[in-house]
């Protein structure tokens, strides 16, 4: 399943470290698809993606899409970030537990109220001038019946 991508005017303000083993991943974000690597011997995820399974230690990890749909778990405000993130703030962050499994931190893109826990949220593409990042809104079914729009921060 492809994500929204949703276009932002500016560079990241802490941009992520890529390295060969989540190159692919950063790629496939870019492109509105969420993926991380499954282990072949015990068919677990990990995330972030990883060379080497940490449930079973094996080596022979495969990409897979995961389909950006699960709940929110917990969430947080951010109103005095660290010094870099000044100016992008207050940070709307979560935590998110999607449908295969795997449990991830993430922004929030959230309306004037609050996202409540355990709501259905999906992630978007966050395309800034220099790269992707995730984020989690509202589930667009959940945000339609609402008529709630979702600004970006
Ligand atoms: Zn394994």
Redesign the pocket.
């Known amino acids: 399943m492809s994500m929204d991508i949703i276009p932002v005017g500016r560079r990241r303000a802490w941009p992520p470290r890529v390295t060969e083993a989540t190159r692919p991943f950063w790629g496939a974000l870019a492109l509105g698809r969420m993926t991380t690597t499954r282990?072949d011997?015990?068919a677990?995820y990990t995330f972030p993606p990883k060379p080497i399974?940490p449930?079973?230690w094996?080596s022979k990890l495969a990409w897979t899409d995961l389909g950006g749909r699960g709940m929110l778990y917990s969430r947080t405000v951010i109103h005095a970030p660290p010094k870099v993130f000044e100016g992008v703030g207050p940070l709307h962050v979560g935590i998110v537990d999607l449908d295969e499994g795997v449990r991830i931190c993430c922004g929030l893109l959230e309306d004037d109220a609050p996202i409540p826990l355990d709501s259905r949220v999906e992630l978007v593409t966050l395309l800034y001038a220099d790269g992707p990042l995730f984020s989690a809104r509202r589930q667009v079914s959940a945000r339609e019946a609402s008529g709630a729009h979702t600004q970006t921060r």
């Open positions: 282990c011997n015990c677990r399974c449930h079973c094996s």
